[in-house]
């Protein structure tokens, strides 16, 4: 049983997750049953961010979403949380709030809320049976179901005179209801053999796999609550808005796999075939084969099984192609309809056609890989490498392209973008390290390389778009780069690299085609982690760097908005000769002298207007050494838990995390590892995310 | 309990199982509209709707250029907008906003083409020559003859401005034939689904008509410009052109709840929820002085009154560009709104498309110009009290004809002695007729007959010589997506590259 009361940073967000778990298993001669039941409830009340950036946008304000944002707008010699009570105190009210281009917080908290609840119930049940002693027989169905409900709600406000005076609109009270329920059914037999041969070893698997995914939504809503704070639909003026929407899908697969080992050998060919209902009928079917095979050298060659260096030595390699349709759901291959701006009116239905257009003969996406590695343990185990070496050829991955406006389409997911990807992994454990009486130090070490290629994109295309914010900082796959780059605006450059402004107003302007930045996903990941033992104490520390990418920081264009970034007060906010920046020769088109004199002429408009178009400015390095935990533990002896039998073993632990960050000069802003979305994008911070947060806590284990 | 839920799972297992031949035939959505189950008759009324709140809603920024409005008190300065110093994300909603609707059309033609529904096939070869006269006014060259073709054009390549101009008369033939020969009944629900004339043959005519004059009068720069032909065929279909009353509106039943509002009365007015819809456009100096100061009433129809007046200053304006201190009085609320009572009369008035005043004024400039025959001074003077009654004016007419006998250079069709100052003329008081109705038009006819005359270039203190935009830079998008074929236009220059009708 499992209960956790979560307070995020946020004031007023509470969370509750409360588990329970039953497992049990029974044998009867050859038929063994057993069964697992884990269900999670996950209660939750939290600021509805979204609701608050809908309204935003509904007045045009030029305040962007986040609550982050609101705290930006807050000048730094303002005592904040002095405006708590925003419902007694006039100066902290909606209508008598300081600021002209944001709420008061505290009021934007309280007035739009999510609360709900979801529910996972996870069980499955294995059967199985032992026909001989060389064949199994397995049969494991498995469910899965979550139910989601919900609401949000906007309890509303209605500005007084001196409100309007100043542009402040009424905040309609809303109530916005939802139920989600998805359940995930499989369904799996197989037979096992495993036979022994002398020193051959055989083996083989064939199974059959079913799994049929069920999800049903139905949202109903209300914009424009009558009386105040009761959040009913049916209280309400104009019509009701929501939807609702079914989606069913089904996988059925075959398998199976052999296998021969003989002592210090073994090689396995696998091979599976899934049919899908998220294709067409000529594409729906796909096979896809692997092999692997290993050598355990240390066993095999005499002069090595007896080296007192050498502990253990096993080279092992594999090919394999797997393929799968995880990036579209169903009814991925057509192109709808839905009713909008305002329709229907009454008896008139009004569609329109949606701005996304599938190809419909998408076929799998398929990646092959191989890979090669060693396992090598020296002097008695106190020593151990593994190291692998890895290429993956990723083809025909379905993504979502970016298309012109003029084909009727701004968005097609087709088959497109092929890549290849490779790198090394490198395992390093030294246990012990260093071992002194009783203190023992141990070690583990990690390093990954990997790094990427794109191959080709599609057909007359060089490139997509695939996350983040477009025409500005994004996530794009284009050939002969890693998967994925920042593609972002810049400033207008001449040939030497300088930034071209205008001669008579010293200003910079942004270059229409935007430049490929770096890469997004890390080239090296190093983690480290050594463990200081005495006794029964154990002291442990993980870090982690990260580095080689890039990412893109919206806070900065955010902040400077409002001129509160570091870069806004450069030359104590007077104007100043643009750096390394050059302008046209207006004598000679097309040539350019450095520009030493000519200053911008309005840092205002500059900081505000082409600063903020300009995405470059907002990008840097996010290579970072990081203390991700530490921890200290302390296990109770044994014989303070005295005689009785009750308590078996007792162990106290404090632990951090989050607890340093060093970051690059470059980066002022945060820690590169929060990103705005889950999915493909990756390295795209804005200022709804709240700031990272460096934690503490202490556990007790007591096992009975 | 276990074994319930045991015995539950095998016989799910036994009932998955039993396989059927289309057991994974399954993915036909029960959700969406899909282009198997669209008609014609679900299009029409969505699109026929966008079209008109687009025309009246989407041109805030000309109708800054042009001296129509202005920026009020209570907002800082938009640097890119007000020293023309225009990029490719400025304004990128408008090549992308009407590929969107000419996408639905495009649908709508080719459905109704192969269902035989000539009429609806009609309307969407009529509505198209507007939303492509559109494009070409702001862009001159775009993707035309490659686009809607998704599977063999992902990266359409743009046509020739003048070349689609051309297409486009061609179109309007077709269109004429389509909806001059369809059987009414033949087009399911079209009464109810056109809601601009409810399946009207004779008026979907003098629409096609009009719009081809309207054609025909972008390009009277054009060196060599010859319409005879063209208006030959105005003349032989015989329905005439949009008449005095008979404005093409837009009617799905506006009422005044959330997302319902008429579109000009949303935006420039008031709220589903009561609220001011507008604080940031308020009346130019320029416009609400070319009224006041030459006895012309209509300044009192097309803005508001200030909500709460500063030193009795019930119609108060702004000069565009202008960066006012913190201290200036006037906001918002002491100034003159854009929802003027003779545009916004309710939340659930129809939406002007195409108004008789706009097509009266077509009509005069070209009777000035020889190209259709009358009484050119008739033809403009009529236009001129169009406005005053389309505007709701008291005494209309009467005041009008007071109006027009006004011994001032701006009405007086006397004072006007050449052809050209006739044109300068018939052009001025279109500007005044137009504004919050068409103020795509003004910035138009700006570029292409130079009026109003005197109009003055923003006050923002980085304009740094630039002067009004003659187009858009084409949108950041097709530098992502379509890159080869844009960069194929060459670099333009919103300063000096200009529509081809723009001589």
Same mark, same amino acid.
């Given at each position: 049983m499992q209960d956790a009361i979560i307070k995020g940073i946020v004031p007023d967000d509470k969370n509750r997750r409360t588990g329970i778990r039953l497992s049990s298993s029974r044998e009867y001669g050859k038929f063994k049953i057993s069964m697992n039941t884990n269900y999670i409830q996950s209660n939750y009340d939290v600021f509805d961010d979204g609701a608050m950036g809908a309204y935003n946008a509904s007045q045009n304000v030029g305040l962007n979403n986040g609550l982050m944002n609101l705290i930006f707008n807050t000048p730094a010699h303002i005592p904040l949380t002095s405006y708590k009570d925003f419902e007694n105190n006039p100066f902290a009210s909606y209508n008598g709030y300081f600021n002209d281009y944001g709420l008061n917080p505290y009021f934007a908290i309280d007035n739009w809320r999510n609360t709900g609840r979801s529910e996972d119930l996870i069980s499955n049940v294995d059967l199985g049976f032992k026909a001989t002693s060389w064949l199994s027989l397995t049969y494991r169905a498995a469910l899965n179901m979550t139910m989601n409900t919900g609401r949000s709600t906007s309890k509303g406000e209605v500005p007084t005179a001196f409100g309007v005076g100043r542009g402040f609109a009424s905040i309609p009270g809303a109530v916005s209801d939802f139920a989600n329920r998805g359940s995930r059914l499989s369904s799996e037999a197989f037979a096992n053999v495993n036979k022994q041969f002398g020193e051959f070893k055989f083996s083989a698997i064939a199974g059959h796999y079913f799994r049929q995914t069920d999800n049903k939504n139905t949202s109903v809503a209300a914009g *424009?609550?009558?009386?105040?704070?009761?959040? *009913?639909?049916? *209280?309400?003026?104009g019509e009701l808005a929501g939807g609702s929407s079914f989606s069913k899908t089904r996988l059925v697969s075959v398998y199976g796999s052999i296998g021969l080992g003989y002592k210090w050998a073994n090689i396995e060919l696998t091979g599976r075939n899934d049919k899908t209902s998220l294709l067409s009928k000529e594409n729906r079917s796909f096979f896809y084969p692997g092999v692997s095979a290993s050598f355990i050298i240390s066993d095999a060659i005499g002069a090595i099984k007896n080296s007192s260096v050498i502990s253990y030595l096993k080279l092992r390699g594999s090919w394999n192609k797997t393929g799968n349709v995880n990036s579209i759901g169903a009814y991925g291959l057509s192109s709808t309809f839905s009713q909008a701006s305002g329709f229907p009116y009454g008896a008139l239905a009004g569609f329109t056609a949606n701005n996304s257009a599938p190809d419909p003969l998408l076929t799998p996406e398929f990646v092959k890989a191989w890979e090669a590695g060693l396992e090598l343990s020296l002097f008695k185990n106190r020593v151990g490498i593994e190291a692998t070496y890895f290429h993956q050829d990723n083809t025909d991955q379905i993504i979502p392209i970016a298309v012109s406006s003029a084909t009727g389409f701004t968005s097609s997911t087709v088959n497109a973008a092929s890549f290849t990807n490779e790198g090394f992994e490198f395992d390093l454990k030294l246990t012990p390290l260093i071992q002194l009486g009783d203190v023992r130090i141990n070690f583990k070490g990690n390093a990954t390389y990997n790094t990427s290629v794109v191959t080709s994109v599609y057909e007359g295309l060089d490139e997509v778009f695939a996350g983040g914010f477009n025409n500005f900082a994004a996530n794009f796959v284009v050939r002969n780069n890693p998967a994925f780059v920042f593609k972002a605006t810049d400033y207008l450059r001449d040939d030497q690299g300088r930034v071209i402004v205008d001669q008579i107003t010293g200003e910079p302007s942004q270059d229409p085609n935007n430049k490929v930045f770096g890469r997004?996903?890390?080239?090296w990941i190093v983690g480290l982690n050594p463990t200081v033992s005495w006794k029964n104490l154990t002291f442990s520390v993980v870090g982690e760097y990260k580095g080689g990418h890039t990412a893109f920081h919206k806070i900065g264009d955010d902040m400077a908005w409002i001129g509160i970034s570091k870069a806004t007060a450069v030359n104590h906010r007077e104007n100043f000769v643009f750096p390394n920046s050059s302008y046209e020769d207006p004598l000679n088109p097309g040539k350019y002298i450095a520009n030493t004199n000519v200053t911008l002429s309005n840092i205002n408009n500059f900081f505000t207007g082409v600063y903020r178009d300009v995405a470059s400015n907002f990008l840097t390095s996010v290579a970072a050494w990081s203390l991700r935990a530490a921890s200290n533990s302390y296990d109770l002896p044994k014989k303070l838990l005295g005689s009785a039998k009750l308590i078996k073993a007792v162990s106290v632990s404090i632990t951090g995390r989050n607890l340093y960050l060093w970051l690059p000069k470059s980066n002022e802003y945060s820690d590169p590892d929060f990103n705005f979305t889950t999915g493909n994008t990756s390295g795209v911070g804005v200022s709804s995310i709240n700031p990272p947060t460096r934690t503490y806590g202490a556990s007790a284990v007591i096992t009975f | 309990m276990k074994k319930i839920i045991i015995f539950s799972m095998l016989l799910l297992m036994i009932a998955t199982a039993g396989c059927k031949r289309d057991f994974l035939d399954i993915n036909v959505s029960p959700n969406s509209v899909t282009p198997g189950s669209i008609s014609p008759d679900l299009i029409l009324p969505r699109v026929e709707h966008a079209i008109a709140s687009r025309m009246a809603t989407a041109y805030r920024v000309p109708a800054s250029w042009i001296g129509y409005w202005a920026r009020s008190g209570t907002y800082g300065p938009n640097a890119e907008e007000e020293s023309y110093n225009i990029t490719t994300t400025f304004g990128a909603g408008e090549f992308a906003g009407w590929y969107d609707m000419l996408t639905d059309l495009d649908i709508m033609e080719k459905k109704a083409n192969a269902i035989g529904q000539t009429f609806y096939e009609g309307i969407a070869k009529t509505l198209k020559t507007i939303g492509f006269m559109y494009l070409v006014d702001q862009y001159n060259n775009v993707p035309y003859s490659k686009a809607f073709d998704l599977a063999n054009n992902i990266l359409p390549a743009y046509d020739k401005g003048d070349a689609i101009y051309a297409d486009l008369l061609v179109q309007l033939d077709n269109a004429l034939v389509l909806i001059k020969n369809a059987t009414v009944s033949d087009n399911k629900n079209i009464a109810n689904a056109d809601i601009i004339f409810g399946g009207n043959q004779t008026s979907w005519r003098r629409f096609i008509n009009t719009q081809r004059l309207k054609l025909l009068v972008r390009q009277s720069q054009i060196p060599g410009f010859n319409p005879a032909a063209q208006i030959a065929k105005i003349t032989a279909d015989g329905s005439g052109m949009i008449g005095s009353g008979q404005t093409a509106s837009v009617q799905p039943g506006y009422l005044a709840d959330n997302g319902k509002q008429n579109p000009f009365w949303n935006a420039h007015e008031q709220l589903y929820t009561g609220d001011e819809a507008d604080n940031f456009n308020r009346a130019n100096n320029f416009l609400l002085n070319a009224y006041r100061s030459n006895t012309d009433v209509r300044f009192q129809y097309v803005f508001d009154p200030a909500a709460s007046p500063v030193n009795n200053n019930t119609y108060y304006g702004y000069n565009y560009g202008e960066v006012l201190p913190?201290?200036?009085?006037?906001?918002a609320a002491n100034s003159s709104g854009v929802g003027g009572p003779g545009l916004s009369k309710s939340a659930t008035q129809a939406q002007w498309l195409f108004t008789s005043v706009e097509s009266l004024f077509l009509q005069a400039e070209a009777i000035q110009r020889g190209w259709l025959p009358g009484s050119a001074q008739t033809a403009y003077e009529n236009a001129v009290r169009e406005s005053f009654i389309f505007l709701g004016v008291t005494n209309a007419v009467a005041t009008a004809n007071n109006y027009l006998a006004e011994a001032l250079p701006i009405v007086s069709w006397s004072l006007a002695a050449t052809p050209a100052a006739k044109i300068t003329l018939i052009g001025t008081q279109k500007y005044l007729a137009l504004p919050g109705i068409n103020n795509f038009e003004a910035w138009v006819d700006y570029r292409r007959i130079g009026v109003p005359t005197n109009l003055p270039l923003s006050l923002a203190p980085n304009r740094a010589g630039r002067v009004i935009p003659l187009r858009y830079q084409y949108p950041q998008n097709e530098f992502n997506y379509n890159n080869a074929n844009v960069n194929a236009e060459g670099t333009i220059n919103p300063q000096s590259s200009t529509i081809f009708w723009d001589r």
């Open positions: *424009n609550l009558v009386v105040p704070e009761l959040f *009913n639909v049916a *209280n309400r003026t997004t996903m890390p080239l | 913190n201290s200036d009085p006037y906001k």
